[in-house]
């Protein structure tokens, strides 16, 4: 809503056949751009087109690695447009980039935009944002509560790629796969203007053509300071979690056995006491009994402990989730979408349109109907049917303003 051009770029790569999905995986990439004049707008282009480039040319059979070096030597490539034309010095751009390969989930990032995965009800924030207050709270120099109420910036990042001759990128993953799985990627315009909630919500409750229009127009009618560019990715093919997925906690489970020395220890020692006490030497067998007790106890533990699942398995990345959210569909969203329609229809009354269409009507009383009921899922789809009616009307009048969404089937 506030700036001219789009300084966003995003691209979606997926694999022609089963012999590239195996090399390579689908890739997805946000890239929101900086820099006076036009430079935002190419760092974050040449962060589109080089990263598949390289990538594609650096796959060797592990995929975290050459993501890693695919977003470092793009780091490098527009540093040196960077400084080949002074008008582009210190551009630079974020960057998230989600590869689906058949080890899963695999995440490279640097900067503030965001990869999300909702499973169920359930939305967890895979990157973590390099930005001062993110950078802050992980220090421990400030607490949630004092991010709410500090002046500090939201958007003032500590890494991107472009400004420096080196960064350094951050790998999150491989993160196992199910059917059903939905994946986010967007800028820090989605993502300043809706909460992990509202956003879990609306993936969860809508289908993903609807779920990514919805994001966009909440954000613009909420002031829209940014451009705003969405990818939804949702796995919807047994053949993808199939592959090379990570082992299950039941794998894990099954793969360990009670300690054998303890075991042996322990039956020994009780064999002791039951003989002592056929011999009357109360006192010994006692003791006996104790240490059969002690070495059972202490290999049980390790038979716990090596069945529980490992949470970092070996040769997973980073320390995600940062967070995770229960998204429920509840009377504070629904109001709050209720109070977009209300202002929606001031702003309608202000510029003198009509809103007296009879799809506009029906769409309206039912979300009062749904609403009322307590059917909150159903009243956030008729809600957000209001808005995307009314949002439509306006673009009729006005020009809209520049977003981005995509969503596709992985």
Request: aromatic share 6%; net charge negative; glycine share 8%.
């Amino acid at each position: 809503m506030r700036r001219r051009n789009n300084q966003d770029n995003h691209g979606v790569f997926l694999a022609g056949d089963e012999s590239a999905w195996s090399k390579f995986g689908h890739l997805l990439i946000v890239a929101d751009g900086m820099g006076a004049h036009a430079a935002g707008e190419l760092a974050s282009q040449l962060s589109v087109e080089l990263i598949p480039h390289h990538y594609r040319k650096l796959v060797r059979g592990l995929h975290a690695e050459a993501l890693h070096q695919a977003l470092t030597e793009t780091n490098a490539e527009i540093f040196r447009r960077g400084q080949a034309n002074p008008e582009f010095r210190s551009m630079g751009t974020t960057t998230c980039v989600l590869a689906i390969v058949p080890e899963g989930a695999l995440i490279a990032h640097v900067g503030d935009s965001r990869v999300y995965r909702l499973r169920g009800n359930q939305l967890e924030q895979l990157t973590f944002d390099h930005s001062l207050v993110w950078e802050m709270r992980a220090s421990g120099e400030l607490s949630e509560e004092a991010i709410r109420n500090s002046t500090i910036p939201k958007n003032v990042i500590t890494r991107s790629l472009g400004p420096n001759a080196s960064v350094m990128v951050d790998i999150e993953g491989p993160f196992p796969l199910q059917v059903g799985d939905k994946f986010l990627l967007c800028s820090d315009g989605l993502s300043g203007q809706l909460s992990d909630e509202e956003i879990g919500v609306l993936l969860q409750v809508l289908d993903r053509d609807t779920a990514v229009q919805a994001m966009v127009d909440i954000a613009n009618l909420r002031g829209g300071p940014d451009n705003i560019t969405v990818v939804v990715g949702e796995v919807t093919s047994d053949a993808i979690i199939e592959s090379k997925s990570l082992p299950s906690d039941g794998a894990n489970r099954a793969a360990a056995s009670f300690p054998i020395a303890f075991g042996i220890a322990a039956a020994v020692a009780l064999l002791l006491s039951i003989v002592l006490l056929a011999l009357q030497q109360f006192p010994i067998a006692l003791l006996a009994l104790a240490a059969a007790a002690v070495a059972f106890a202490s290999g049980w533990y390790k038979y716990q402990s090596a069945s529980i699942p490992n949470e970092r398995p070996a040769g997973v990345h980073g320390k995600s989730p940062y967070r995770r959210v229960a998204c429920k569909p509840d009377r504070g969203f629904t109001e709050n979408l209720a109070q977009v329609v209300s202002e929606l229809e001031s702003w309608f009354d202000e510029n003198h349109w009509s809103t007296a269409s009879a799809e506009l009507s029906s769409a309206r009383d039912l979300a009062k109907k749904t609403q009322k009921e307590g059917r909150f899922a159903d009243s956030i789809r008729n809600h957000v049917q209001v808005i995307m009616i009314m949002m439509r009307e306006a673009r009729v009048h006005q020009t809209a303003p520049p977003d981005d969404s995509e969503t596709i089937d992985l």
